[in-house]
C-alpha cells in the first residue's frame, strides 16, 4: 500500500491521501469559516512540506466534509478523555492529523498515533510533540501485534479512532482488524468506544470517480448498507450513535445524501459510528 513518489510529499497510494484531509484542515478558516475550525498547527505543516492545498482545494464538498467529520471525532475524543482521564487513545491512520494538538489531552491520558512508517517519519518530524502522545509505525491493522507496544494496561477504558481510513481497507482485512480491536479488549477486559467512518457500497464503486481520491492511486474497497452491520463484524460490537456527514457537508452532498436515504429506505451514503464494546 505505501512507496514513495515526487511532488507528493513522497507519498503515494493510501498514504498520499493524508494530504487530501491535510488540505481540508489548511483552507478551512477561509473556505468554511463557519464551521469555526482553526488548526494552526495544520497550516504550519504545509507550510514545512511545501505543500499546496490548491491541490485539492477545489473539490469543496470534501474539504467540507473532512472538517465536519474531523469535529465529529474531536467530539468523540473530548467526551472520552473527559469521562475517562486516565484513559488510552489510540488513533490509527492519523495521517499528518492534528487532533490531540487541538484537544490538548489531560497528563493522565496517554495517546499513540499508528500510521505507515513513512507516515510516522513525516509526524515525528512536523507534528509538534506534546506530553504523552506518541507515534507508532504499524499497520493499525495487525492489532495483535502494536497492541503489546502501547500501554493498554489491564482494565483501562480505550477509545480507538479511524479516520479516513476503514474505507481503504479490504473487505477481508476490515473484518479480521475489527475483531483483533474486541479480541484485544476483551483479553484485558478493557471497555472499548471505537469511532470509524464508514462508506456505503455506491462511494466503493464510484471511488475511481471521486475528485480528490482519484488523484492518488488510492481506492476505496470496503463499505456497509447501514452501519449496524459493523456489530455483526465482531462479536460484543454495539452501534451506540451514527452521524450523516453527507447530509452535514454542503448543499451538493446534502442532496446525494438525501435522494440516497429515498432510495435505499434510509440508509446513509457516508457516515461516522461510535460502538461500544465490553460494557454491557
Ligand atoms: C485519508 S488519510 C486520513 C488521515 C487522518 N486520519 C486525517 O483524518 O487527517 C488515511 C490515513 O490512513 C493511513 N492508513 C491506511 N491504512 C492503514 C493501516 N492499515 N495502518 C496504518 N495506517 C493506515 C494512511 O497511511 C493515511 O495516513
Given at each position: 500500500m505505501s512507496g514513495k513518489s515526487s511532488g507528493s510529499a513522497g507519498l503515494s497510494g493510501v498514504p498520499e491521501t493524508l494530504l487530501i484531509t491535510l488540505a481540508a484542515r489548511v483552507v478551512a478558516s477561509s473556505q468554511n469559516a463557519d464551521l469555526g475550525f482553526v488548526d494552526p498547527a495544520a497550516e504550519r505543516i504545509a507550510a514545512s512540506l511545501k505543500f499546496d492545498p490548491g491541490r485539492f482545494?477545489?473539490?469543496?464538498?470534501?474539504?467540507?466534509g473532512t472538517i465536519v467529520r474531523a469535529q465529529w471525532f474531536d467530539g468523540i475524543a473530548r467526551r472520552f478523555i473527559e469521562a475517562q482521564p486516565d484513559g488510552l487513545v489510540i488513533s490509527i491512520g492519523s495521517g499528518l492529523d492534528t487532533r490531540a494538538n487541538r484537544i490538548a489531552p489531560p497528563a493522565g491520558v496517554d495517546w499513540i498515533d499508528i500510521d505507515?512508517?513513512?507516515?510516522?517519519?513525516?509526524r515525528d518530524r512536523l507534528v509538534p510533540p506534546l506530553g504523552r502522545t506518541r507515534n507508532l509505525a504499524a499497520d493499525g491493522t495487525a492489532v495483535a501485534t502494536w497492541a503489546q507496544t502501547v500501554p493498554w494496561d489491564a482494565g483501562r477504558a480505550t477509545l480507538v479512532m479511524a479516520e479516513g481510513v476503514s474505507m481503504y481497507l479490504e473487505p477481508r482485512e476490515a473484518a479480521t482488524w475489527l475483531r483483533g480491536l474486541t479480541d484485544a479488549a476483551s483479553a484485558r477486559q478493557s471497555r472499548m468506544t471505537l469511532?470509524?467512518?464508514?462508506?456505503?457500497?455506491?462511494?466503493?464503486?464510484?471511488?475511481?470517480?471521486?475528485p480528490s481520491v482519484s488523484k492518488t492511486k488510492a481506492r476505496f474497497q470496503w463499505g456497509v448498507r447501514r452501519p449496524e452491520e459493523v456489530n455483526s463484524l465482531a462479536e460484543g460490537l454495539v452501534l451506540s450513535e451514527s452521524y450523516d456527514v453527507a447530509a452535514h457537508s454542503g448543499t451538493?452532498?446534502?442532496i446525494a445524501a438525501a435522494i440516497y436515504r429515498a432510495v435505499t429506505r434510509g440508509r446513509p451514503i457516508y457516515c461516522c459510528a461510535r460502538f461500544e464494546y465490553g460494557t454491557g
Open positions: 482545494s477545489d473539490d469543496h464538498a470534501s474539504m467540507r505507515f512508517p513513512e507516515v510516522t517519519e513525516l469511532a470509524l467512518d464508514l462508506a456505503s457500497p455506491l462511494m466503493v464503486r464510484q471511488s475511481h470517480r471521486h451538493a452532498s446534502r
